[in-house]
């Protein structure tokens, strides 16, 4: 648990609440003062897979006594622990929804430690029966990053990347693209194993440090051809086999395929002509490749940082449900 | 080691050579007559990756005696026991290539035992940079099922489906998709393998015995969208989390996707309409589940049985070989 705490005694400014973002893998909390500034956070790899057989409560209660969370704070959640499999469901919102609307959703939590209040921010889901979808903590990033009457695309790369689409600040619908969990398996578990160097972290991010040829030329051939995902995994192979290729470049050109089929599937299904803008909500490595793959795709894309996404979506969350009530 | 052996003594048809059908996990040899004529066959899961780590010699020492097969007889055989990581590699001929040329390719193979005269075939790779390709038994295939003038398409599905281009009885181009693979990784190890019920075979085949209504759903969803497969398959999840689908079905309509997602690529790629024939070599229910999502894609397609088509490419190679040298 890596933990970083600015909350000494004889500090001026008050604790208002804790927010947490608890994904599939990863766990991260902050202890925020109300005008949004963070006075300690802590992190740690106990996501929701960890806590399935662990258990949530003993996990949550290490981080708060590391951030010396003062008795009685209010503390909200988001990600995948409001998921099925969770801590406790909570139950999905459904477009359209407006992303200030998000806390009249937040599920309370029974949780019996130094009188902490808890509450789960609610996912979304478009229950259209023809284009079927959910998330879980990417609307509390929009939220955070989005202006409150947006109007446009915003994409939010990882795992289970998400393409949404905004009218005047509610979510009118979102489609997933699996392109992070294809770099994982097929690298790991397919014949393109053979084909990319070995990488320690499954995200496509791990695949490039900075967006090279070979990436670049996997984004255009899935662009080029933007029906053939199948054809082009196995020209990888064949093109390694042939001595066209590098086994070096693999693992770049693989992520530039996956990403690239990502942005062809997103441009097709896009209304509006080349230069849309997409507001991109990304971190590191991962956001310096889609940056530079939705400009080769004719998007004119503005980054913004994922993690600041997800705290200022639970402090303005936060801020509706404790600290300025309506 | 299954086998069947109508090699009795006192049989009065003399046996020719042994034909061996050596892929990637299967092994399969029968014992011919110069006509055709199969006089005992075995098969086993000893294929090259097995092979790989216990040697090829020993596996084929042991089917040539539960074949009973005379001494001195020629062995010919076919597949990725002739790719770099087999028994000997058997370097590819480029297209493009005549099929009744295969034979001229044969690699021959140090075997000391019996007196047994060894060869492989060669495979055939797409040497052009822009799509590079490579196959290793389907060139067999091909020649024992398409008549010697052939022009026209041909699909050969599988972990690694082929579709060829032939002019005139010459392979002018090929492409693969890695249709078969894609729904072995996806079910087992991502998160789909929440949304598939388990099943015993890797390959597409076991995910439907007849194409039911999710299967052709699942072509028709790929058809209908071809530049989206990586957002089809998470909405695959979305569905079932959703209540729209059964998990009972998820198999069938992942098995579905992927085809349709192949046959897309395919389409794509095709000069002609509506209407237009396949010879597709496949065997039992992957050959029905490919015959039904043709249809539904617009081809034309005529089944030839794959095992079949291997034995007799055998049997066309050996001849020129052996039996009717030119």
Redesign the interface.
Known sequence: MDNKNNHAPGRAVQAAFVGVDWGTSSFRAWLMAADGQVLAHTRSSEGMLHCAQAGFAPVLQAHLAQLQAPAGLPVLMCGMVGA?QGWLEAPYLHTPTRLDALHQGAVPVPFDFAGHELRILPGV???D?R????MRGEETQLLGAIAPDFTGSVCIPGT?SKWVSLQHGAISGF?????G??FA??S????LSHAVEATEAAEVAAAAQVPDAAFLEGVASALR???????L???LR??Q??G?EQRADGAARLSGL?IG??L??MR??QTAGDGQGVQLIAAGRLGTLYHAALEAAGFAPTLRDAEDASRQGLVQAARRLWLAPR
Chains 1, 2 share one sequence.
């Open positions: 099925r889901a478009c229950t029966a284009q079927p979808d959910v289970h489609a997933t693209c699996m392109t969990e294809l398996v097929l790991r578990h397919s014949i051809e933007p029906a053939a995902l199948t054809q995994l196995f020209r064949a093109a086999l042939l066209h996956l089929a990502e062809a599937a097709a299904r």
